[in-house]
């Protein structure tokens, strides 16, 4: 039932009672037979890494991909071991992680997807663009932009390929970061609000906050200050009235927050600053919830 929900648990922010029932989970998962532990157990793992717990997320990754390999799913295999990839670059442990993402990249290139029936393939897929955008964002954290945005592209290439809104907006998000840390404030601009739509139509609206708040610096670079304001106080309203998601556990979030804040105020002045965040907040007694996803519509055209 978890694995065929998730994508409920996710979108509607119930991040914690989709642990618990986990947890419940694991506590008979020894009496499973192998390849169904090992289901329970890289599940938990996803649901720990999205609530921020790396340590136990790991431990689930780590414990499961030995009955992955036991029972031959290479696909499973796959999808853990960039998961894994994932929880050590975030412990700073760059080196391990770039060789198991590169590995895990290399089995997968090596698999002939077109001979793989649509629920595998999309599992192929899924798997390709996690571990392509776990390895860029390595990169991109050491300054090899050229590197970094080629597995993001390749990532979003078969994040497209599959049609599913989760890795486009990785893939999205990550390319995007890419593009504004080499100062191509269009392109940067162009693939948040790209991203915006995408998680407009999903419904996922912590992940529009995500793309509000990273519109945010794009739109102060390219000389808009007052609009970087009252993108990021729409994205923290919505962040607040729906919840942190799951954005935030799968890539490098831009800047943000009250430091960020305080420089716009200083350069914009106060009266400026709060016209800006007044402009951003619900009319009329409007739910803060609608008037920041109306925001995040007006986002996604061009400014």
């Given amino acids: 039932m978890i694995g065929a929900t998730w994508r409920f648990w996710r979108l509607h922010d119930h ?13 008979t998962s020894d009496r499973m037979p192998p390849h169904q532990r090992a289901l329970a157990l890289s599940g938990a793992g996803f649901t720990f890494m999205a609530g ?8 689930m990754f780590e414990s499961s991909l030995p009955l992955y390999r036991h029972t031959e799913d290479k696909l499973g295999t796959a999808l853990t071991t960039a998961a894994l990839g994932h929880i ?4 700073h442990e760059d080196a391990r992680a770039t060789t198991l993402l ?19 393939r999309l599992q192929y897929l899924l798997a390709l663009a996690l571990a392509a955008n776990f390895l860029g964002q390595i990169q991109l954290s050491r300054g090899d932009h ?8 390749d990532g979003l290439n078969a994040a497209r390929r599959a049609q599913e809104h989760f890795t ?46 990273a519109l945010g610096p ?24 729906s ?22 105020r200083t350069r914009v002045g106060d009266a400026a600053f709060e016209q800006a965040r007044a402009s951003s907040r619900s009319p009329d007694g409007q739910p803060a919830l609608d008037h920041a996803m109306e925001q995040a519509h007006r986002a996604a055209l061009p400014a």
Avoid: C
């Fill in 102 to 120: 590169e590995h895990t990249l290399a089995e997968l290139q090596g698999t002939g997807a077109d001979q793989l029936a649509a629920p595998e």
């Fill in 146 to 153: 050229d590197r970094a945005a080629g597995m993001f592209t």
């Fill in 88 to 91: 050590m670059a975030l412990q």
């Fill in 168 to 213: 486009i907006l990785v893939s999205l998000y990550d390319l995007a970061l890419s593009s504004h840390q080499q100062g191509d404030l269009s392109r940067a601009a162009s693939l948040l609000e790209e991203g915006v739509s995408v998680a407009v139509k999903a419904g996922d609206r912590s992940a529009v906050a995500y793309y509000l708040e």
């Fill in 243 to 264: 919840g942190s998601g799951w954005l935030h556990a799968y890539v490098p979030r831009a800047p943000h927050g009250d430091e960020v804040l305080a420089a716009l």
């Fill in 15 to 27: 991040a914690e009672e989709l642990a618990r029932h986990a947890s419940r989970l694991l506590v």
């Fill in 52 to 59: 921020g717990d790396h340590g136990r997320a790991r431990s």
């Fill in 218 to 241: 794009v739109a102060s670079d390219q000389g808009h200050p007052e609009r970087a304001v009252g993108l990021l106080s729409a994205a923290a309203a919505l962040l607040q009235a």
